[in-house]
Protein backbone atom coordinates (compact mmCIF):
# COMPACT_ATOMS: atom_id res chain seq x y z
CA UNK A 1 0.00 0.00 0.00
CA UNK A 2 1.24 3.29 -0.82
CA UNK A 3 2.55 5.41 2.51
CA UNK A 4 -0.20 8.33 1.35
CA UNK A 5 -3.51 8.52 0.24
CA UNK A 6 -5.40 11.29 -1.40
CA UNK A 7 -8.87 12.47 -0.99
CA UNK A 8 -10.54 16.03 -2.30
CA UNK A 9 -13.21 17.24 0.18
CA UNK A 10 -15.19 20.36 0.16
CA UNK A 11 -13.48 22.54 2.44
CA UNK A 12 -17.20 23.57 3.96
CA UNK A 13 -17.66 20.21 4.78
CA UNK A 14 -14.57 18.58 6.22
CA UNK A 15 -13.95 21.91 8.73
CA UNK A 16 -17.84 20.77 10.14
CA UNK A 17 -16.78 17.96 10.90
CA UNK A 18 -13.98 18.57 12.42
CA UNK A 19 -15.08 21.53 14.20
CA UNK A 20 -18.03 18.93 15.66
CA UNK A 21 -15.59 15.91 15.79
CA UNK A 22 -18.29 14.30 13.54
CA UNK A 23 -16.66 11.30 11.14
CA UNK A 24 -16.29 12.95 7.91
CA UNK A 25 -18.01 10.74 5.14
CA UNK A 26 -18.55 12.37 1.50
CA UNK A 27 -21.93 13.30 0.59
CA UNK A 28 -21.87 10.00 -1.83
CA UNK A 29 -20.91 7.12 0.46
CA UNK A 30 -24.38 5.82 1.20
CA UNK A 31 -24.57 5.30 -2.58
CA UNK A 32 -20.93 4.13 -3.31
CA UNK A 33 -20.68 2.19 -0.67
CA UNK A 34 -17.01 3.96 0.12
CA UNK A 35 -14.83 7.02 0.07
CA UNK A 36 -13.00 7.69 -2.97
CA UNK A 37 -9.19 7.93 -2.53
CA UNK A 38 -6.24 7.80 -4.48
CA UNK A 39 -2.25 6.99 -4.36
CA UNK A 40 -1.40 8.82 -6.97
CA UNK A 41 -2.18 12.60 -6.42
CA UNK A 42 -1.30 13.15 -10.50
CA UNK A 43 -5.07 12.56 -11.39
CA UNK A 44 -6.73 14.91 -8.97
CA UNK A 45 -7.06 17.57 -11.20
CA UNK A 46 -8.50 15.42 -14.18
CA UNK A 47 -10.55 13.36 -11.34
CA UNK A 48 -11.95 16.98 -9.95
CA UNK A 49 -12.52 18.20 -13.50
CA UNK A 50 -14.55 15.34 -14.25
CA UNK A 51 -16.81 15.07 -11.28
CA UNK A 52 -16.85 18.23 -9.31
CA UNK A 53 -16.97 21.33 -11.96
CA UNK A 54 -20.23 22.43 -11.57
CA UNK A 55 -19.54 22.21 -7.79
CA UNK A 56 -19.87 25.76 -5.80
CA UNK A 57 -17.77 26.41 -3.49
CA UNK A 58 -13.61 26.16 -2.09
CA UNK A 59 -12.17 22.22 -2.00
CA UNK A 60 -9.02 20.69 -0.86
CA UNK A 61 -7.18 17.76 -0.50
CA UNK A 62 -6.49 16.10 1.91
CA UNK A 63 -2.83 13.89 2.42
CA UNK A 64 -3.34 10.94 4.37
CA UNK A 65 -0.81 8.40 6.20
CA UNK A 66 -2.14 5.11 4.95
CA UNK A 67 -0.82 3.62 8.03
CA UNK A 68 -2.94 5.33 10.21
CA UNK A 69 -6.38 4.37 8.68
CA UNK A 70 -8.58 2.41 11.00
CA UNK A 71 -11.11 1.66 8.15
CA UNK A 72 -10.23 -1.24 5.58
CA UNK A 73 -8.65 -0.13 2.49
CA UNK A 74 -9.35 -2.41 -0.91
CA UNK A 75 -7.81 -1.23 -3.98
CA UNK A 76 -10.55 -1.82 -6.86
CA UNK A 77 -11.42 -0.80 -10.63
CA UNK A 78 -12.33 2.93 -10.85
CA UNK A 79 -16.37 3.11 -9.90
CA UNK A 80 -19.05 6.00 -10.26
CA UNK A 81 -19.04 8.48 -7.81
CA UNK A 82 -22.67 9.07 -7.10
CA UNK A 83 -24.51 9.05 -10.19
CA UNK A 84 -21.71 10.18 -12.27
CA UNK A 85 -20.01 7.52 -14.36
CA UNK A 86 -15.95 6.98 -13.98
CA UNK A 87 -15.83 6.17 -17.67
CA UNK A 88 -13.30 7.76 -19.76
CA UNK A 89 -11.86 9.79 -16.95
CA UNK A 90 -8.73 8.37 -17.43
CA UNK A 91 -7.82 8.56 -20.90
CA UNK A 92 -11.09 9.30 -22.62
CA UNK A 93 -12.69 6.59 -24.95
CA UNK A 94 -13.80 3.55 -23.31
CA UNK A 95 -10.92 0.62 -22.55
CA UNK A 96 -11.35 -2.32 -25.57
CA UNK A 97 -11.58 -5.54 -24.63
CA UNK A 98 -8.32 -6.95 -25.87
CA UNK A 99 -5.91 -9.29 -24.84
CA UNK A 100 -3.28 -6.63 -25.67
CA UNK A 101 -5.16 -3.82 -23.70
CA UNK A 102 -2.77 -2.76 -20.23
CA UNK A 103 -4.72 -3.61 -17.12
CA UNK A 104 -7.35 -1.19 -15.83
CA UNK A 105 -5.74 1.11 -12.74
CA UNK A 106 -6.99 0.29 -9.48
CA UNK A 107 -8.05 2.57 -6.80
CA UNK A 108 -7.85 3.13 -2.99
CA UNK A 109 -11.16 2.48 -1.65
CA UNK A 110 -11.90 3.58 2.09
CA UNK A 111 -14.71 0.90 3.97
CA UNK A 112 -14.89 3.89 6.25
CA UNK A 113 -14.59 7.24 7.60
CA UNK A 114 -11.72 8.98 7.19
CA UNK A 115 -9.57 9.38 10.55
CA UNK A 116 -8.75 13.04 11.72
CA UNK A 117 -5.65 11.30 12.80
CA UNK A 118 -4.14 10.23 9.52
CA UNK A 119 -4.69 13.84 7.83
CA UNK A 120 -0.57 14.87 7.28
CA UNK A 121 -1.91 18.15 5.39
CA UNK A 122 -4.80 20.00 3.85
CA UNK A 123 -4.33 21.76 0.21
CA UNK A 124 -6.38 24.34 -1.18
CA UNK A 125 -7.66 23.52 -4.62
CA UNK A 126 -7.59 26.69 -6.97
CA UNK A 127 -10.13 26.43 -9.53
CA UNK A 128 -10.89 28.94 -12.21
CA UNK A 129 -14.11 31.43 -13.72
CA UNK A 130 -16.05 28.48 -14.92
CA UNK A 131 -15.25 26.44 -12.12
CA UNK A 132 -12.63 23.78 -13.20
CA UNK A 133 -9.57 22.82 -11.23
CA UNK A 134 -6.66 24.48 -11.75
CA UNK A 135 -4.28 23.71 -9.06
CA UNK A 136 -3.10 22.11 -5.68
CA UNK A 137 -1.39 24.54 -3.53
CA UNK A 138 1.30 22.93 -1.85
CA UNK A 139 1.90 19.50 -3.80
CA UNK A 140 5.20 18.95 -4.50
CA UNK A 141 5.74 19.77 -8.53
CA UNK A 142 7.05 16.39 -8.59
CA UNK A 143 3.71 14.41 -7.52
CA UNK A 144 1.56 16.92 -9.59
CA UNK A 145 3.48 15.74 -12.89
CA UNK A 146 3.15 12.67 -12.12
CA UNK A 147 5.47 11.04 -9.70
CA UNK A 148 3.28 8.67 -7.74
CA UNK A 149 4.65 7.65 -3.56
CA UNK A 150 5.85 3.83 -3.81
Given at each position: MAQHLYHMVEAAQWKSCKAQGTPYYPPTY???GFTHLTADPALLLTVANHFYTSSVGDWIVLVLDASELTAEVKYEPAAPV???SSTGVLGGAQRQEAAEAPPEPLFPHLYGSIDFAAVRQELPMQRG???????IEG??????????NP
Open positions: EADGNILTGSFLSLPAALADGAS
